[in-house]
């Protein structure tokens, strides 16, 4: 059955029984599974004209909001509805990650083609609420439209951080070293594959999970803001060479990037040089990584050891260096120096 | 020039310049007029990887999300751009409103097509920031993203209120009287007459423009919760009759509607009787409205007198009181009890 056969209200029905809905006016549907709510600070949750919550004292909040739009983002042809909730809700939660924010609330607005399956909505759905609960995070409102073109789903992310230990993109001083969390360039190359739609013995499930369901890295974040460990920090929603960039440009600092010391992910290496292409290049400019990185004094070394032995995955790999000069980006290799590739224009995301 | 021209960085430039931008990237754009922003509250705004705010002490915050998308809310070849923009957040101010917030924050997430040109999304940006000034809103972060289909314009906005204040559709009892601000029906016939291109003295701008620019009733809303004047409120976006019977549902009332008492719109009243139809459903079932529906017990009278008195624009009128049995929603009319109409399935907003 299409979401236009069901209708707007009997769909949202459908909906509010997956989210685990707190509102009086509606029961729980006793065959799904309702998950178990941090319902602490939640005053009115969907079903009224707008959410209500209570902040925590002595926190900041912080508000983010990421769509993911089909043909953009996404093909419906290789990105099962699972895991197209799962990721709107992912790239959200990683802009909070890299603020070193705790997650606490997403309102979830979904725009739908009429000859959408009801079935593909609750994926999306369930595939959103898996990754909340794991966060402890509530979906608290949200809005359901029509969609005369593609599928599109917004979410906007709302967490708290304490006054002082938020992480910007401004912080960095020449001096700070470079640490990039986890591995890079997977999900671009999954991203190929899945477009390529190749199977056998090239294509890796490592790479094509890192595009379907990034891991957004909010325990790290959390515990690099709470330690101050890191005097900047972004997320690699564009790729580590614009994230590099964007850190230079808002801190006003030059770096040097050691292409050795990139931790590229295995496989990903292996399928850009079966290609033919230059490994290095494409880990850089490849997006949808959703790790951090972070800019950290050589004397807060201590702070950031204490942070990898709480938060041990994902590791953290020291990259490079920030410097004095603001126009000089760099990419060490072989000991010869290149310019850092990644800050282009480009119009996608 | 069409934005995939410019490309996404230069775009996302202009569209800070317009908004006032606070973050310490960007310069000012000297031709624009730059807002005067409140900036109390505001820790870090658009330019990070999220909006950084602080929540008043004793006050809850109130969040919304609330999508308008080409083909479905607006048009572009009748909708001009700075409308657009105006109607995309004070859809959202309107939710603010109905809960008795007070609005603060918004976030703004754009999904353009590669053909829309620059001078379109600067009109849409500057109506929505027109709007976002006139209620001293801050936008402090969104999203540009491309569309491969329609534009699309996803607001979030932020409010507080002080607890207990706050104002749902569920604490409507039998007996409290039904109020209802300003006229309704103008702006679906506005949307009627834009629709039909017709021009000519059967045309009103009043209509017109109750569809295009929709005014929220954010003072009256706030005065209504400051004073503890109504035990139920809604906003009227899907029509009066369906607010009514979302009141009801909410509260577990009936509901008796007076069909002589409603402020039909004067000239919707006239184009719809020149069509032939029966202008008291016509103005129940139209949606866009956005005045405010509030459930007043006859003890408050003298509450609501005051909140009258501070606020005289939009005047609020007596339509209808609220009943014992949940099942009988009724439409009074010529001393005849017909169902009121309103709360039917539909697929649409």
Redesign the interface.
Known sequence: VT??EL????LLARIRARLGVTD??SQRNARVRVPDLPTAGL??GI?????????NRN?????????Q?????FERRFSPARDIGYRALAVNLS??A??G?RPR?A???L?LP?TLLVDEVEGIVDGLSELAEKHRVVV???????????L?I?V????E?R?RR?L???GATAGDELFVSGTIGGAAAGLEMLKKAVEGPGVSPACTARYLRPQPRVRLGMAVAQARAARA???LSDGLGDAVHQVA??SGCGVDVDASALPIETSARTWWEAEGRDPVTAALTGGDDYELLVAVPRAWAARLKHVQSRVTNPPLTKIGVFTKDPSARVLVRNGTRETLPGGF?????
Request: aromatic share 4%; no cysteine.
């Open positions: 979401v236009s209708g707007e209200r009997r009086r006016g005053v009115i079903g009224d004209d707008a959410a209500v919550i209570s902040p926190a900041q909040t912080v508000l983010t909001t990421d769509a739009i089909e043909g953009v983002h802009d909070l890299a603020m924010a609330w309102l979830l607005s725009a009429d608290v409102g949200g809005n359901v439209s029509r969609s005369p073109g593609p599109m917004d906007t992310a709302v967490g951080v006054p938020v910007t993109r401004a920090a972004i997320d440009d808002a224009e480009y119009w996608r995301t």
